[in-house]
């Protein structure tokens, strides 16, 4: 029997994130006559736990920290020999690195799936120790990958890593699977705006929810799908902004093709981003994209979506404008360049593989 390579996927847990779903759908997607996928996760919440594929081994270190980890994850690695260990989020990347050294026979590949300035402005006070981090491990990765060429640009100039290990990988979108059963209901005139993601500071919904007080378009609703830490905070404001008939929090869908088909516009106020997976999601279902130009990589996908698909908004000012411009939607197709279709970068990614294999 020839033997195949096992390949070791690392996430901190599995919540509701793009960059843990990202990393899930490339591990799915390798053919199991040629590699032995293997998951292994610091701990073992999160919603995300039903989507592994079936029959890959779930190793959970039941630990409460990426650090506290450390130990555990060095034990299990010496037990599945991977030839490749492939790992996503800066606080992985760096846990995983320092392991580096004890596996020379193992080739790392770290996925960066934000740009870094919301990995600095999140750690607040260790930001600076993080900016030493980042090109002190970061050199010990066989290759860098990021889904889009800003994070990688920032990398560079920021940090000064050096290009030279760096490759862009696009985030997958298996069209296939994006399911629309029923044609949306009438509008009865109200424009239906629907955002999605984690509920947290780095995707602007405090600041859309807020801006919408000065909105003087015609009559909107707001569904905000997503779970996270600023449920509360966002709840309250809604409260405080008498908008409970207009902004709803449904909570996380697993599949929300259904409420982007039949949304009429897809907001993206984020302070940053990587490469959004929802927006990418809401184009593949129709539904044209407004987002600020901030949030990463969204200016890439907006160079290479049809016409009018994203429009991209300098502040929250501009959102808005560009928002009471939306007219309800007509007839849909999808607006999602080909470049993410699940084929074409699985293909990349297996591609990248052989490569370290080699």
């Keep these: 029997m020839t033997h195949k390579p096992v390949i070791a996927f ?10 843990e779903m990202v990393l899930i759908r490339l591990m799915n997607a390798l053919p199991r006559e040629k590699y032995d996928p293997v998951l292994v996760t610091v701990r073992s919440d999160g919603v995300l736990k039903d989507f592994i594929g079936p029959g890959i081994p779930f190793h959970p270190l039941h630990a ?25 989020m800066a606080h992985m990347n760096f846990a995983t690195l320092t392991l580096r050294p004890f596996f ?6 770290v996925r960066e799936s934000t740009v870094p300035d919301c990995t600095l402005e999140e750690r607040g006070a260790l930001g600076p120790v993080i900016r030493m981090l980042y090109p002190m491990l970061y050199r ?3 290759k860098i990958i990021a889904p889009a060429q800003i994070i990688l640009e920032k990398m560079n100039s920021q940090l000064k890593i050096p290009s030279k290990t760096m490759g862009i ?23 239906r705006f629907i955002a999605a993601g984690r509920l947290h500071p780095e995707k602007g919904f405090d600041r859309l929810i807020k801006a919408l007080k000065d909105y003087h378009g015609t009559a909107w609703h707001l569904t905000l799908l997503g779970e996270g830490e600023q449920r509360e905070q966002l709840e309250y404001m809604i409260k405080a902004l008498k908008f409970e008939d207009k902004v709803s929090l449904p909570g996380f869908r697993r599949e929300p093709w259904q ?36 949030a990463g990589g969204i200016v890439e996908i907006a160079a290479e979506a049809p016409q009018g698909a994203v429009t991209l908004a300098h502040t929250m000012q501009d959102f808005l404008k560009a928002m009471e411009k939306v007219a309800p939607a007509q007839q849909k197709k999808s607006l999602m360049p080909e470049r993410y279709e699940k084929n074409r970068v699985n293909a990349d990614f297996e ?8």
């Design 169 to 191: 990988l696009p985030n997958p979108v298996d069209i296939s699977t994006i399911n629309i059963s029923t044609p949306p209901a009438a509008n009865n005139g109200t424009i």
């Design 259 to 294: 409420e982007f088909s039949a949304a009429d516009c897809f907001l993206l106020p984020s302070r940053w981003e990587g490469l959004p997976n929802a927006a990418l999601e809401a184009l593949a279902c129709g539904t044209p994209v407004i987002a600020m130009r901030d």
């Design 104 to 109: 020379k026979n193992t080739k790392f590949i």
């Design 351 to 358: 591609k990248l593989l052989q490569e370290m294999l080699a």
């Design 140 to 142: 010990l990765a066989d």
């Design 64 to 88: 409460s920290h990426v650090t506290m980890a450390l130990p555990k994850l060095y034990k299990k690695l010496r037990e599945i020999n991977p030839a490749v260990v492939v790992s996503t």
């Design 10 to 19: 690392i996430l901190p847990d599995l919540s509701a994130g793009g960059a």
